[in-house]
């Protein structure tokens, strides 16, 4: 859904101009909309009817409380990479039986709080994970859900980074090791073996690296079933892209049609690890124009946003779309959209036509998932604030970092 609209000539967010955002809460400044991560998550769901689907959010990709929250009133189950994201999920009112555990560095520390909370599901990564899942609940009388995330060697054809279901990949356990670990996994009384999940990569735009991966797995589950394990359920992990500017990724239920329709009659329950196609086309980044800058070769935006706030482009060469939040009359200039971080990967845009002035507001788009939650305090610059806008009423969900607060916890030497 497309949550923002010019309205006498200003953009607004729902029915919010942002104007009033950016003098209210200061700038940069992430705005969310509530009617469309709702829609987001109802679409998902709805698509699933008449199966047993649990949708577990992936958290790293916008991990604010309020968006936890709604999501969870929804229903929604969560996946987490951390300790810091359970404490978050749980704080925010999400149910830790519907939620799984992934990531290959899982610490003894994080283990024991995500069995005392009850998590749904260990997705273990490795032989070494496994045996310390298995030490850890012993050594508290538990018995631990667990899933084998296996890497099923497919390429989704997405950027380097983010590719993660390859044979050269560091996740999950190779296929032919998986086979082993399982039946090793279904000893161990500590353990109870419940699942199988993949998860191959992030801003896939083509279902057909999903129907291999769900192959694999297929192929998987019914070796174990010769062997005498018997699973409850397939994770088949996130990653489903957006389209941030010319991409044609399935819709929702497209994407799922496919899946289920090669899953069958299958009595298994099914989970799914959506991130950024649940919350990416929901938030934009609003930013102001420091400067103009007319360089020898090119000329430059200079806004308050920077690198840290949105890392996407200096990390992926990603693009966003820069819609500016009023409009005006004139010629439009070539630009490239910069930060005031020292280093020449800070760019928000590059090359784009804008009739643009200094103190302007500029929204940069498709920034609900990976925003936010990779931002940092490089430079000593304190992280944007958060905002929900639901109607005509905007919320923060966020203060803005303190500068006091980004050095508090540091000493000097006696
Ligand atoms: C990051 C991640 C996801 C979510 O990926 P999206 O591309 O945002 O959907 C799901 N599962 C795992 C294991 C992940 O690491």
């Known amino acids: 859904m497309n949550f923002v609209s010019y309205q006498d000539g200003t953009l607004c967010a729902e029915r919010v101009p942002l104007v009033e955002i950016a003098e209210r809460f200061g700038t940069p400044s992430y705005v969310y ?11 998902f769901d709805q698509a699933c009817s008449g199966r047993d689907v649990l949708i577990c959010y992936s958290v790293k990709a916008n991990s604010n409380l309020a ?42 520390a994080e283990i024991r709080r995500a069995l005392e909370a009850g998590v749904l599901c260990f997705n273990v990564e490795s032989e070494g ?6 030490a850890v609940a012993q050594s508290m009388g538990k018995i631990a859900p667990v899933s084998l995330r296996i890497n099923p060697d497919v390429d989704p054809k997405t950027h380097p980074y983010v590719a993660t279901g390859l044979r050269e990949s560091k996740f999950g356990i190779a296929y032919d090791a998986a ?36 192959e694999k797995v297929l192929e998987f589950v019914d070796a174990l079933d010769a062997t005498g394990v018997h699973l409850e359920h397939l994770d088949l992990g996130g990653g489903l892209g957006i389209r941030y500017r010319d991409e044609a990724p399935p819709a ?15 009595e298994l329950r099914i989970l799914f ?37 949105l890392l996407r482009p200096a990390l992926y060469d990603a693009w ?35 009739t643009v002035a200094a103190g302007d ?15 940092s305090n490089y430079n000593s610059r304190p992280r944007p604030a958060e905002v929900i806008v639901d109607g005509k009423t905007a919320h923060l969900v966020r203060d803005r970092e303190n500068t006091e607060d980004l050095f508090a916890s540091e000493r000097l030497l006696p």
Request: glycine letters at 10%; proline letters at 4%.
């Open 320 to 354: 966003h779309e820069v819609l500016p939040v009023t409009r005006r009359n004139g010629p439009a200039q070539r630009y490239d959209i910069v930060g005031p971080v020292c280093e020449s990967a800070d760019f928000l845009a590059r090359g784009r036509a804008l």
């Open 361 to 375: 507001l500029l929204a940069i788009m498709s920034a609900g998932a990976y925003g936010m939650t990779m931002s």
């Open 33 to 43: 909309s509530r009617a469309a991560l709702e829609l987001a998550y109802r679409e």
């Open 252 to 266: 929702v239920k497209d994407y799922l049609a496919r899946l289920f329709q090669r899953l069958g009659k299958r």
């Open 129 to 134: 994970e496994l045996a310390r899942l298995a």
């Open 273 to 309: 690890e959506p991130g950024r196609s649940l919350v990416g086309n929901t938030g934009l980044l609003l930013t102001r124009v420091e400067y103009l800058k007319h360089g020898g070769a090119k000329n430059f935006v200079v806004t308050d946003a920077a690198m840290n706030d």
């Open 179 to 214: 086979l082993p670990l399982y039946r090793k996994a279904a000893k161990l009384p500590e353990l109870r073996v419940i699942g199988i999940d993949v998860h191959i990569g992030s801003q896939i735009t083509d279902v057909e690296p999903f129907v291999a991966a769900l």
């Open 67 to 108: 968006v936890l929250n709604l999501l969870a009133r929804l229903g929604s189950g969560f996946d987490i990479v951390s300790g810091g994201e359970l404490a978050r999920v749980l704080a925010a009112g999400g149910s830790a039986a519907k939620t799984v555990f992934s990531g290959v560095g899982k610490s003894e």
